[in-house]
Structure formats: C-alpha cells, structure tokens
C-alpha cells in the first residue's frame, strides 16, 4: 500500500512538472511569417494562427502580431483549469490584429469598383452573392434588398425610408453595387480610393433569420468545435465581417476579453436550446464576456439624420408599421418584406445562445440596433448582466423573453437607448423569471430628446400581446394574468428620459401583469404609459414625476394621479422633471446621476425598508435584491471596453 501512494505521488508530480515544462508560446506574425516555421519565437513565427492554434496544448500562449488574418478559425482542443490556452494579440489596440472575413481582393483593392452612375455615385463589382454585411471604413452600410432600393434609398416594397447609403446585389447580372455617403461622412465616396476600405462579408447563415451554421467554413471568424470545458481565453482581436458571427463556441469554460467585433451580425455565437436542430447539441455554458466592444454604427446615427420632414412623410402612410421611423435594420415584422430581409436583420444583437452562468460585464455596446435580444439571453439560466455601458441603441438594450431564469441585470448604465428592458414572452411556459433589474442608469441625452425624427420608447416593455397569447401552451395561467414566475423586481433604478415613457404595456387591459415589483426606484420621465388603468405593477418607496400624457389617458386621469401611481405609497412625487426640486440635482446626466441628491435632500430617504416590501409583495423579496432606504441606484463604477493589459 506504502508503495502504492508513493507511486501515485511520483505520477501527479511528473504530471504537473510536464505541463509545466511544455508550457510554451507560439507565435503568429501575417505579414512576415510563415507555417513552414517551427512558430516558437517572433522571428520563427507561424503565418496563420490556425498553425499556431493547433500547436497549442494546456498552459500554452499564442501572440498573435500585427496584420490582417484573412482566415477562419477552428479550435478543436482546450486547456484545463490549472492549464488555460491563452490565445492574445500582441497588445490591446484596436484593428492592430484584425481577423477578416471579408473579400481579400476587394478589401485589399486588386479589384476596381466600376462607376455605373456619376450622378448617384453608384459602383459595382462582379461578385457571386449577396454578402451579410459591407463596411466602408467601419460603417455599416444599410443592406438594400434590390438594387431599385438603392437607387431610391427606400425600401420600395414596404413603402419604408430608407438611409443614405447602402449595398444591394443584383442576382441576374451578378453584381454587387455600393453607394457611400455623399456628405464623404466616412470617407470619400468613390470606393477606389485610398482613404476608403470595404470590407464585404461571406454569404449569410442557414435558417429563417440565417443565424444557423451552414457547411461553410467562413459562416465564423473562430469556431470552437468541441463540447466540455474549453479553458480558453481570447484576448485583443478586431473581428471583422463574418458570415454570421466573429466568435462560435459549442464549448463552456470561455473568456471573451478586451476584443472589437465590426461588420459581425452577431459578436459571440452559441448554439440556442430552442433551435429543434440544435437540441441534441452541447451548449456553452459559464461565458465571461468582459471589456469588448460591439457596435452597428452607424444604425443609431442613421436615425438621427431623418429629418422631420421625411418622418412626417413616413408618417402619412396607412399602416401603422409605417409611423415607425426607425426599423430600417429590423429585418423582421411586420412589414410583408421585413426591410433589409430575416437573414439580414440586425435584431439578433450583439450576442446569441447564452447557456447557463454566462456572466456579460464591462463591455461596451454602442450605436446598435439591438443589444442583447432574446435570442442572446431569453433561454439563459443564472446569467449576470452588470457594469456595462448600452449606449444609443435603435431598440432593446436587454431582452429577457422567451423565457429567461434567474437573471440579474444591475449595475449598468442605459443612454439613449428606446426600450431598455424587456419582459415580452411570445411562445410558451415557462415564462422569464425570475428577474432582478437593479442599481441601472436609464438617460436620456439632450440631442436625443429634441431628436423629433425618432420615436420615443419606454424604459420597461412588459407584457404579452394578444397575437403571442395561446392559451394551449400556457399551462395553468389564465387568461387574465401575465405572472413573472419568482417576480419581476426592479428596484433602485435611476429614470431620466424627458421624451420617453416608463412604460409600453403590451397584454390588453383585462390581462393584469402580476408579480411585478418596482421598488425604490427614481423615475423622471415624459409620461407613465400610453393607457390609464391599473397595470398589475406594485410600485412603492419610488420617486416620480412625469410632464405630460397621451390624450386619451388625460381624458381619465391627470398627470399628478400618474405620478402618484408610480410614487407608490410611501413614495414622493415632484411637479417638475428638470429643475433643482427638494434636493435632487435636476436635470440628470454623466455627471450627477450616480450621486443626484445633494447632502440635505429630505428625498433621499423615502425609500422603503425590507419590512415593508415584504409587508407589501404576495411573494417574499429575494435575498439577493438590495433593498436601501435611499431612493434610485447606488453610485458604482464602470470602466467598459477594451483595456491595456499589463504587459502591453
């Protein structure tokens, strides 16, 4: 037995003392190396980080110098726990090692874009498909999908406005067509210029919303292609026009840190429960997302250039789809041709197919169309959503539906962004919850409030409609109630959008909200909800104060009743919304919401206490929500986006 623990002893040494010693770093340097190289210093580096990759075992590091990587990436392998793969570039700056999808020829300008139309400023390519996206200089073009839209800039089936400039491919003479901005807003507007860089995607993904793989190997910047553990950290890249996304992972155990995502229909990929074809596929689980940066600019932008004539125009048409002046890269409904089209549309988000323990922090999601949509977090277990910054988002910074379980969002600060939160189920039980919406910054800039070409959202959008309600696949529930299964708790949030409401109630008004709790809470804000009656909502210990209402709701109530009703009982309300009332330093931005009472504010302690919430809830509060006696959210601080490592 003596020899037997003495042998087991000498094995775990020799084990550890091996990976050890095999712990290495391999290099990959595109413009000066190559794969015939051993790769183990800079100077002997690999061309590809595919050869490096595969070079890779636990413990080990691949740099990755500067370049362009024009290739797509497939990690078979990961670390351990004790023994991580670090795959890094060299140093965290933005487009120093970028990894391409797109067309090397035309990126790379071997090709000459053809002027087909001085006065449109329109020019072609020969190219075989149509891509996923095409950036000039790293803006977005708008995805038209005729090339008689992008002659007209409108989406000439929907009878929908368009934006002033975007790419269409024509399938009969096969071509692909561009038109930058006439303004030369992002650079010039002849594509064959040098101050000019296009980078045209692969084609789209399989699927109704063309976000499912397909054979090809370019539908990814970098796959991971394994299930279990992946004890992987990618570090400092810019990924760049995927046909789908810059990072996949059917592994778990994945650090995504300190990377830039341009041109990616979705950022970081998994594989999404729900899917029946993805059912029987492993799913990530334990993500750390931190310090990345994920835009859709110019979607955002976009809007802001509308002029109020043109919205007023859009306004005149029937349909009501058609008064809403912001859903170019919606790609879904309800217009009958979706815009840009399902396989094209930008509201899958930054992220998709979030497991279980996914933890989404201190990043950066910036001039977007959506932020995290349900496809990221609505089949999501014990995520954790905080210190992010959501910042001129076209719709949805957080979506919690279909069917979200235990998720916490807090800590976050939400500027310019339409409808922040959403709780709107559209299959079936279970329902999302439950939810924690806490310590979160909601604001609204100036140029966003005189913004008269956008339209106004609320900050929560709750509820279910009656097109989503089917009574054979609600369970129990009746048709009376919208319940949030362990409640839907929003508690210490700070409110300040002037041009926007607190609420879009979607369900009917016989169908109450229930289980929802909206606690200690500053909310300043144009109005309460487009409908008066009694929402099902408890709302208590809240600061409130609104400027206005719909007619039809002032034809019942006064907008004092509404602040009222959103103060809760032993809540406050103010009479104004943007000046120095009792203490609370109005109007609120950056510089003062995460400390707006001055020190003598009587409102900073109408908060209620634990007691009284649970005096006050049907179900007992959660542990986890901090209650305080201070109204509004907690001041924290938030440092997003990439960050210099120390080695840098």
């Not at 979607?506 to 229930?514: F, I, S, V």
């Not at 109408?606 to 509060?621: E, N, Q, R, S, Y």
Request: charged share 20%.
């Amino acid at each position: 037995m003596k020899h037997q623990k003495l042998t087991a002893l000498a094995i775990t040494f020799l084990t550890v003392f091996s990976l050890n010693v095999r712990s290495a770093t391999w290099h990959a340097d595109a413009a000066k190396g190559r794969d015939t190289n051993p790769g183990t210093t800079r100077a002997a580096a690999f061309a590809t980080l595919q050869r490096a990759i595969d070079a890779a075992q636990p413990g080990d590091t691949v740099v990755a110098y500067p370049g362009i990587y024009y290739e797509h990436i497939t990690i078979r392998r990961g670390g351990t726990a004790s023994a991580p793969i670090r795959i890094m570039a060299d140093r965290v700056e933005r487009d120093r090692v970028i990894i391409s999808g797109a067309q090397r020829n035309i990126r790379e300008k071997r090709i000459a874009w053809e002027l087909v139309d001085p006065d449109l400023g329109l020019y072609r390519v020969p190219f075989d498909y149509r891509p996923t996206r095409v950036l000039a200089n790293r803006a977005d073009l708008l995805a038209y999908p005729t090339l008689a839209d992008l002659r007209a800039f409108r989406f000439i089936a929907d009878d929908y406005l368009g934006h002033k400039h975007g790419f269409a491919y024509d399938p009969e003479t096969k071509h692909l067509y561009v038109r930058l901005r006439s303004d030369g807003r992002y650079g010039p507007t002849d594509p064959n210029a040098d101050a000019v860089t296009l980078s045209v995607s692969p084609p789209t993904g399989a699927g109704r919303f063309g976000v499912e793989p397909t054979k090809r190997p370019d539908n990814y910047n970098l796959a991971l292609r394994f299930s279990g553990p992946a004890h992987i950290v990618i570090d400092g890249f810019t990924f760049e026009t995927p046909g789908i996304a810059g990072i996949y992972t059917t592994a778990s155990d994945l650090t995504i840190r300190n990377n830039w995502f341009y041109g990616c229909r979705i950022g970081i990929a998994a594989p999404r429960a729900d899917i029946p074809e993805a059912c029987s596929k492993p799913h990530a689980n334990r993500v750390l997302v931190e310090h990345n940066y994920f835009t859709q600019f110019p979607a955002f932008t976009d809007i802001e250039d509308i002029t109020p004539a043109e919205a007023a125009d859009q306004r005149t048409r029937p349909e009501w789809r058609h008064k809403i002046v912001h859903w170019q890269r919606k790609g879904t409904r309800p217009h009958p041709n979706q815009t840009v089209g399902y396989p094209y549309g930008y509201e899958v988000g930054a992220i998709r197919g979030a497991a279980d323990g996914w933890e989404i922090r201190n990043n950066h999601f910036y001039d977007m169309f959506e932020a995290l949509s349900g496809g990221a977090i609505g089949h999501s277990a014990n995520a954790n959503i905080h210190h992010n910054r959501f910042e001129r988002i076209c719709d949805n910074a957080i979506e919690t539906e279909p069917r979200a379980r235990n998720l916490r969002i807090h800590h976050n600060l939400v500027i310019d962004t339409f409808e922040p939160f959403s709780w709107q189920p559209q299959a079936a039980v279970p329902l999302p919850g439950p939810i924690f919406v806490y310590d979160n910054i909601i604001l609204q800039t100036p140029r966003t409030q005189a913004m008269l070409a956008a339209n106004t959202g609320a900050s929560f959008k709750l509820g279910i409609k009656d097109d989503d309600w089917q009574q054979d696949r609600m369970g129990d529930i009746p048709p009376d109630a919208a319940p949030a299964p362990g409640g839907f708790w929003a508690a210490h949030n700070t409110v300040f959008t002037p041009s926007g409401r607190l609420l879009t109630l979607l369900n009917p008004p016989q169908r109450r909200l229930r289980d929802f709790y909206f606690i200690n809470n500053i909310f300043l804000a144009h109005t309460l909800a487009p409908r008066a009656g009694d929402s099902g909502i408890v709302f208590d210990g809240n600061i409130a104060g609104f400027q206005g209402a719909f007619p039809s709701v002032l034809a019942v109530t006064t907008i004092p009743a509404l602040a009222s009703t959103a103060a809760g009982p032993h809540g406050r309300t103010l009479p104004n919304i943007t000046e120095n009332t009792e203490g609370l330093r109005l109007p609120l931005d950056e510089s003062n919401a995460f400390a707006p009472f001055t020190p003598d504010s009587a409102l900073a302690k109408v908060g209620i206490d634990l007691a009284a919430l649970t005096k006050a809830a049907a179900i007992a509060p959660p542990g986890q929500l901090p209650i305080r006696s201070t109204p509004g959210a907690a001041k924290f601080d938030i440092i997003v986006g990439p960050q210099p490592r120390a080695d840098n």
